[in-house]
Every structure is written in structure tokens, then in C-alpha cells.
């Protein structure tokens, strides 16, 4: 079950929020105070924080600053002031929304759901492109396309090369013996000598 946060004073206005999110299968907290809701977004794993502006302590511009320093949680700004320079300094500071009171609480819902999906796809491409590329220091190795770049250049390597270097850099602080890497990259049934692990990873260190 998703986590929302809901910090905001009117207390009828957050729990008529919670309502809604809860028939819509969500787990809701709520914090009156922005110092109390800051210490608890910061402190636990929320999917989605609902903020106010205008809080008591800490206001909502100050606290979107503040869980964007350390987190990428989205943040749907909820307040009652219309003003576009408003607007605009929540979406810069790293809100993912911004809605004015009045507001539907179905639209609510439906945005809480869409903000959730987007970041949920994010995550998942972010990770997919971290398991397709090794990166180590200025060296970058994109796995899928069997292509590597060093400081951003693009750097021919031969099949064996490429597929040393990601076994290397797939296995850091590992020593491996020569004999190892030769069974691993070509096989003991391969045609070759066992020194040319060396010259290989001479290759490689050249390049």
C-alpha cells in the first residue's frame, strides 16, 4: 500500500484529503505543523507528501527546499494562495504540482495517483539504465550497445577487450588469476595461450 504525507493546519481540510485517499487504497498520515511534518517526511519512507504553504513553523516553500536536499519523494503543493509568483516558486523549488484551494477531491486522487506512476516509471528506467551501463570514474561501459566511452569519448574495443573489461569492472577490489580470466572470457577449450589475458588487460589498460 502507497504512503501519503499530508502536511496542513486545517485539519478538516487534511482529513477530508485522507478520506478520499483512503477509499482510494492509500495509507495517509497527516502533520499540522510544518517542523513536525519535515522531521517526519525526512525521517520515513513516504511515496508522496501533500504540503500547505502556509504552515505554522517552517512554511511549505521552506520545507519543499528541504525534502528535495535529501529526496526525490514527489511533492503535490495544495494552497489556498492563487498568485502565479506563488506558483512558480513551488514548482522551482522542486514541487512536482501545484493545485489551488478550492480543489475536487477526485482531482486530487487522480493527480496522487499520476505523480506516483511518473516517479515509479523513473525509478524503473533509472535502474534499468544503471543495470545496461557500469560507470566507474571517467570510464562509462553501455553494456547493450557493447560500446565504452572514456571522459565522454568513444573508445574501439575488440569483442574479447570488451568483454574482459566488463568483467573487470563488474567485480572491483577482486583479484582474479590469469588462468581464471582465461576460462571465464575464452573458455579452456579455446584455441589460444594463456598470456594473451596479459595482453589483453595491457590493451585495455592503454586504451
Not at 129 to 140: A, M, N, P, R, Y
Request: charged letters at 35%.
Amino acid at each position: 500500500m502507497k504512503k501519503i504525507l499530508i502536511i496542513e493546519d486545517d485539519i478538516s481540510i487534511a482529513e477530508l484529503q485522507r478520506d478520499y485517499l483512503e477509499i482510494n487504497q492509500f495509507s495517509v498520515d497527516i502533520e499540522t505543523t510544518g517542523d513536525k511534518g519535515l522531521e517526519k517526511v525526512i525521517n520515513n519512507h513516504y511515496d508522496l507528501v501533500i504540503l500547505d504553504i502556509m504552515l505554522p513553523g517552517k512554511n511549505g516553500f521552506e520545507i519543499c527546499k528541504k525534502i528535495r536536499d535529501v529526496k526525490n519523494t514527489p511533492i503535490l503543493i495544495v494552497s489556498a494562495k492563487k498568485e502565479d509568483i506563488d506558483k512558480i516558486r513551488g514548482l522551482g523549488l522542486g514541487a512536482d504540482d501545484y493545485m489551488t484551494k478550492p480543489f475536487s477531491p477526485g482531482e486530487l486522487v487522480a493527480r496522487v495517483k499520476a505523480h506516483i506512476s511518473r516517479y515509479e516509471r523513473l525509478t524503473a528506467s533509472k535502474e534499468k539504465k544503471t543495470d545496461d551501463q557500469i560507470e566507474v570514474g571517467s570510464l562509462c561501459i553501455d553494456k547493450t550497445s557493447r560500446r565504452v566511452f572514456v571522459d565522454q569519448k568513444e573508445v574501439p574495443f575488440t569483442t574479447k577487450e570488451f568483454d574482459l573489461l566488463c568483467l573487470l569492472a563488474q567485480n572491483p577490489n577482486r583479484v582474479f588469476k590469469k588462468e581464471e580470466l582465461f576460462e571465464k572470457i575464452w573458455g579452456w577449450n579455446s584455441v589460444g595461450d594463456i598470456t594473451t589475458v596479459a595482453v589483453h588487460i595491457r590493451k585495455i589498460g592503454e586504451k
